[in-house]
């Protein structure tokens, strides 16, 4: 049965939309610029003076498209082409389209900078596309992975992780609009991950241990508990700080989900609880299982 795919359809059709506004030079570009083949059948073309904003060259399927119909719908097609080809459950290729995406919103939103009549909707869709399945943009237009993507190469360490990705497509839905069932998730993700590590190590856990408990015998499963660092290797003191803080945001992440998360019948809806802190909680879980699943390796 095929995977989750880590970026939806209607991810996709966004960034078609907002490929059908720019150049097929810039569309083949942003996507050869992180790795992928050009498009099939690629021949030498040289275009007239007066078509200088074409391609250098183009494919036959391209010359096609070309005397078909117009620019936007070639560049349409050829994004689509692309975007068809990625596999989607493959977290290393989706990293590397997320590379052109990237680069696709960037000069789509510099052209709306640039003209006063453009038509910045497409932009603002796939925007609204990447933060509502768990992708962030920063000041500076880069696109940064979903917690689920950057959790699932750090994933291959398990023999199972079929628990932990259920509870990653969980989280995927709860983080737009739901951060009372994010907080829970999250909650459930470190322990998951907690008793996978023990699993796995052979390490026997009460069944009934609460969360602050299976993150300490994990953590020293793998020696990643701060009282396990060499007092006297390079950097031991801020290791251990740094520990220290990693285990310190999985207990308050617990105390969190205890006070909003789900799990719990409130005796009525929280006040000032906002998509963020749903984030929040999420990113904080992520860090501590990534850490501890990419230390899975070295113990195993």
């Known amino acids: 049965m095929p ?28 996507f050869t610029d992180e790795g992928f083949a050009p498009f099939p059948g690629a021949l030498a073309y040289r275009p007239s003076p007066a078509a200088q904003e ?27 082409s692309y ?30 900078a640039l003209e006063e009549d453009w038509d910045s909707l497409p932009g603002e869709r796939l925007r609204r596309r990447l933060d509502k399945e768990g992708f962030h943009i920063d000041s500076a237009g880069r696109v940064h992975p979903s917690h689920a993507l950057l959790l699932d190469g750090s994933l291959g360490s398990l023999s199972d992780p079929a628990l932990i990705q259920q509870v990653l497509r969980r989280i995927n839905k709860a983080l737009p609009d739901d951060p009372m069932l994010a907080i829970g998730s999250a909650k459930e993700l470190v322990e998951g991950t907690a008793k996978a590590v023990l ?39 801020s290791v251990k700080r740094l520990l220290g803080k990693l285990t310190g945001m999985t207990d308050d992440l617990a105390k969190l989900r205890n006070e909003y998360g789900t799990g719990h019948a409130p005796s009525a809806l929280p006040v000032g609880l906002e998509p963020r802190h749903g984030r929040l909680a999420v990113a904080a879980a992520a860090a501590w299982c990534t850490f501890m699943l990419d230390s899975l390796p070295r113990r195993t």
């Not at 795919?5 to 720019?22: G, K, M, Q």
């Not at 015998?217 to 006297?232: R, V």
């Open 199 to 237: 699993t796995q190590l052979g390490k026997p856990f009460p069944a009934t241990a609460d969360m602050p408990v299976l993150v300490r015998q994990a953590e020293e499963a793998l020696l990643n508990h701060p009282t396990c660092i060499d007092g006297d290797a390079d950097g031991a003191p």
């Open 54 to 80: 074409q391609p250098k060259w183009v494919t036959a399927a391209e010359i096609l498209m070309v005397a078909a119909g117009s620019m936007s719908a070639t560049s349409r097609a050829l994004a689509k």
């Open 83 to 112: 975007l068809d080809g990625v596999d989607w459950t493959s977290a290393a290729k989706t990293l590397a389209a997320l590379g052109a995406v990237e680069e696709l919103l960037w000069l789509f939103e510099r052209s709306a």
């Open 3 to 30: 995977g989750t795919p880590f970026f939806s359809r209607a991810a996709r059709e966004a960034v078609v939309d907002v490929a059908a506004e720019l150049s097929l030079a810039d569309v083949r570009r942003a």
